[in-house]
């Protein structure tokens, strides 16, 4: 009973920090509410709390049908003749990454393949999922990458602001009208468990993610989906049991390790942000395409803030989508190639 009670508890704790984190407009709520509820019970519950393994799993296999359905034909033809200037952005956006996380990486505290997973610009909620498959510390890359979600977000409308002069919209949400549940929750059966028994049929490295992934964007790629996405509601759940997986897994000389590492992360997460930038002008020069598209575009995170201040702003939001979205693929499908690199390195 005292067991049941503890889980009600941190349960409980997760939905209220969600609401309050939701209100406040900042990006993932479920996922950094989770976190924190997690951290704190691991640091002051004399007995932890484990969550079934199939919870972690399902979490995974959501978030992968999740960014699957964002893969469409009408999003990536929008690339058109700009696909070459676009894809060699994404390479720069990706060496950029490597470069920081390498920094990082350099500290005793730190390996090589959490400081780059800790450090890659885009897909944080896929790379915190399947970080500790693949060797980093999933504590820290979840603590750096959505420290760096919320730099890109919070610093989103004085840029446009300042730089553009136009003003941000709020965030936008992923839930769709109430008729789509039907097949919104079938996709997510479908893929969820198709997806990681395909992937490891096929040898495929954290196939609980990429399997689903690549089966929900094979799907709406042939127009299987009917443009059904993911509930709202289901992907909160799934990034709350993340989070508070990650959460419970604290321990009060890991939580110093992430304070340790968080001064330099930051000043890393600079670095990362205003190379991003940089690509962005570049990107401009190459395409002749507003400045304000490519910017938007090339921005390192955030990815539903970043939709809203594109269609707030009179941006080419579909544009913005596909480039936004092809980095994310790049960088899902290269992290576990990296991951093996850099452990043979060590």
């Not at 060496?95 to 990486?105: D, I, N, P, Q, V």
């Not at 896929?126 to 990458?145: C, P, Y």
Request: proline share 5%; with cysteine.
């Amino acid at each position: 009973m005292r067991r049941a009670a503890h889980v009600l508890v941190l349960l409980a704790a997760t939905v209220v920090a969600t609401g309050f984190l939701d209100r406040l407009g900042l990006p993932s709520p479920a996922l950094f509410a989770g976190l924190a509820a997690g951290l704190v019970d691991a640091l002051v519950s004399r007995r932890a709390v484990v969550l079934p393994a199939r919870a972690g799993t399902a979490g995974q296999a959501v978030v992968g049908v999740t960014i699957g359905t964002l893969v469409q034909l009408s999003t990536l033809s929008a690339l058109g003749e700009h696909w070459l200037p676009v894809l060699a952005v994404t390479v720069g956006t990706l060496a950029l990454s490597l470069g920081t996380g390498w920094l990082l990486g350099r500290r005793r505290d730190v390996d090589a393949v959490t400081g780059a997973f800790a450090l890659v610009a885009g897909g944080a909620s896929g790379l915190v999922v399947i970080a500790r498959q693949l060797g980093a510390d999933e504590r820290v890359v979840a603590v750096v990458q959505y420290v760096r979600v919320l730099l890109v977000v919070l610093s989103l409308p004085v840029v446009l602001n300042v730089v553009f002069d136009v003003r941000a919209a709020g965030a936008v949400g992923a839930a769709g009208p109430a008729d789509e549940w039907p097949a919104g929750i079938a996709l997510v059966v479908v893929c969820g468990l198709a997806g990681p028994w395909l992937g490891r049929r096929a040898h495929l490295p954290a196939h609980t993610l990429l399997g689903p992934l690549l089966l929900a964007a094979l799907a709406s790629l042939t127009g299987l989906t009917g443009g059904a996405g993911v509930p709202g509601p289901v992907q909160q759940v799934a990034y709350a049991l993340i989070g508070l997986q990650i959460g419970l897994r604290f321990t009060r000389s890991s939580l110093v390790t992430v304070a340790r590492v968080l001064p330099a992360a930051l000043g890393l997460i600079v670095v990362g942000v205003l190379g991003s930038a940089a690509l962005g002008v570049a990107l401009s020069r190459a395409t002749g395409l507003p400045l304000l598209d490519t910017y938007l575009a090339t921005t390192p995170g955030g990815l539903y803030a970043v939709l809203a201040a594109a269609v707030g702003a009179g941006a080419d939001a579909t544009f913005v989508l596909s480039v936004q979205v092809l980095r994310l693929l790049v960088m899902l499908l290269a992290a576990p190639v990296l991951a093996k690199a850099l452990s043979r390195g060590r």
